[in-house]
Every structure is written in structure tokens, then in C-alpha cells.
């Protein structure tokens, strides 16, 4: 398995700001996936990050409100912008190993993010 | 209806019982099945994956039917660190994407 790191763990965010979203992989991953687990709800994807090309985001996720960057095959952020309570969420990373692993996704440790 | 239900719970059990959970999903064409536990207040991680022949982890079996779209999860001898959020996952209409179900918890009791 990957070993995948989360900065910010957690953050209190004032309504109206940002906040971006760091993801470390220990090993370039071909394909980064971002999730959002809000209170009490499952795992809902929000975009796939693509090296070197604009991420594919999920029905109802959209680039100005999840602005994301994939600069090398190792690290991702994903932005939050003009926060509302409404997106206070765990955010995941998360990687595939391919078919060597069937498919599996890694998650890191999450982000959870409260806006006040 | 949602791509993956699962029925959320809670299962409160004693410590050695045996304690099944099942998931059914709509796309008769996903040909990836997964398990995972969530924690309380901790990431997804993955319990097992589930075969078309069915497969076992120590304790951990997992069944799948795909005439019926269908996957199970049986525990036995229950331990109280089982205690969790079994989540039923899928994937959909691609390989990479995956479809969580919204969780089955368990409880179990000294």
C-alpha cells in the first residue's frame, strides 16, 4: 500500500476564505483521486487529478468552487474556495495502484475542515 | 435508487458472535467489489476485496452474487476492535471510479 499524507489534519476556516489541501504520495501514482465525506454521509467523489492535464470532476463539483493541481505524479492539492458551513467535510486523497493492485484505492488521513 | 445501499445499522453485538452485513448494487456492469472499514473519525481502509468465487480472511468472508447484484460480509467470532463502519464499494461506470456505500456500523459488546 501507499503511504499518502494529508496537510492540513484538520482546520476551522472563517466563512468566504480558502483552503487548500496538500496530498504527498511516497510513490508517483498515475491517477489521484479527491473525495468528501460530509458528517455522517459516505465518500463522494469530487474529481480525478491528472498529471499534466485539468482534473475530471463528478457530477455537481465544479473547478471555481474545487479549484485542483497535479504538478508531478507524487503531490496534489485541492482548493476549497469561498467557504461555507456547508463544506465542512472530511476531504480524502486518495491513490489506485492499477491493475497490480485490482483497482484498490488508498485513502490518506483526511482533512477535516469546519467553517464557521 | 442508489447505486450501493447497504443497510446502515447499527448491528450491536456480543463479543464472539457472528454478524453478517449486505450490500446491493445497480450497475450489472461493475466488476470491482471492495470492502473497507471506517473508524470512527479515521479514513476509509481496505478489509478485503470480493471475488466472483467468494474469499476468505481469517475471521472475514465475502460473497458475491452477481445475478442478484449482490455482496455480503460475514464476521465470526466477533471482537470488540471489529467495532466499525463496514462501507460496500463498487466501482462505476469506470475501472478507477468507485461508488461507496453509505455504511454499515457495528457495535460489539464485552
Known amino acids: 500500500s501507499a503511504v499518502i499524507s494529508q496537510k492540513p489534519s484538520r482546520d476551522i476556516c472563517q466563512r468566504g476564505t480558502s483552503l487548500t489541501i496538500q496530498c504527498q504520495v511516497d510513490?508517483?501514482?498515475?491517477?489521484m483521486f479527491w473525495y468528501r465525506q460530509q458528517p455522517g454521509q459516505s465518500l463522494t467523489l469530487i474529481a480525478t487529478?491528472?498529471?499534466?492535464?485539468?482534473?475530471?470532476?463528478e457530477s455537481g463539483f465544479v473547478i471555481d468552487k474545487f479549484p485542483i493541481s497535479r504538478p508531478n505524479l507524487t503531490f496534489s492539492t485541492l482548493t476549497v474556495s469561498n467557504l461555507s458551513p456547508e463544506d465542512s467535510s472530511i476531504y480524502l486523497c486518495?491513490?489506485?495502484?492499477?491493475?497490480?493492485?485490482?483497482?484498490?484505492?488508498?485513502f490518506g488521513e483526511g482533512s477535516w475542515l469546519t467553517v464557521v | 435508487r442508489k447505486e450501493v445501499e447497504q443497510d446502515p445499522g447499527p448491528f450491536n453485538v456480543p463479543e464472539g458472535a457472528t454478524v453478517a452485513f449486505n450490500c446491493t448494487y445497480s450497475?450489472?456492469?461493475?466488476?470491482?467489489f471492495f470492502w473497507y472499514r471506517q473508524d470512527c473519525r479515521k479514513e476509509p481502509k481496505l478489509l478485503m476485496s470480493?471475488?466472483?468465487s467468494g474469499n476468505e480472511d481469517g475471521r472475514f468472508t465475502a460473497q458475491l452474487n452477481r445475478a442478484s447484484q449482490y455482496i455480503s460480509l460475514l464476521i465470526r467470532d466477533s471482537k470488540l476492535s471489529d467495532s466499525a463502519t463496514y462501507l460496500c464499494?463498487?466501482?462505476?461506470?469506470?475501472?478507477?471510479?468507485?461508488?461507496f456505500g453509505s455504511g454499515t456500523r457495528l457495535l460489539v459488546r464485552p
Open positions: 487529478a491528472n498529471q499534466g492535464s485539468e482534473a475530471t470532476y
Open positions: 510513490s508517483q501514482v498515475t491517477m
Open positions: 464499494v463498487v466501482n462505476g461506470e469506470s475501472s478507477y471510479k468507485l461508488i
Open positions: 486518495s491513490v489506485n495502484y492499477g491493475p497490480v493492485s485490482g483497482n484498490t484505492i488508498y
Open positions: 470480493v471475488y466472483s
Open positions: 450497475n450489472s456492469a461493475s466488476q470491482s
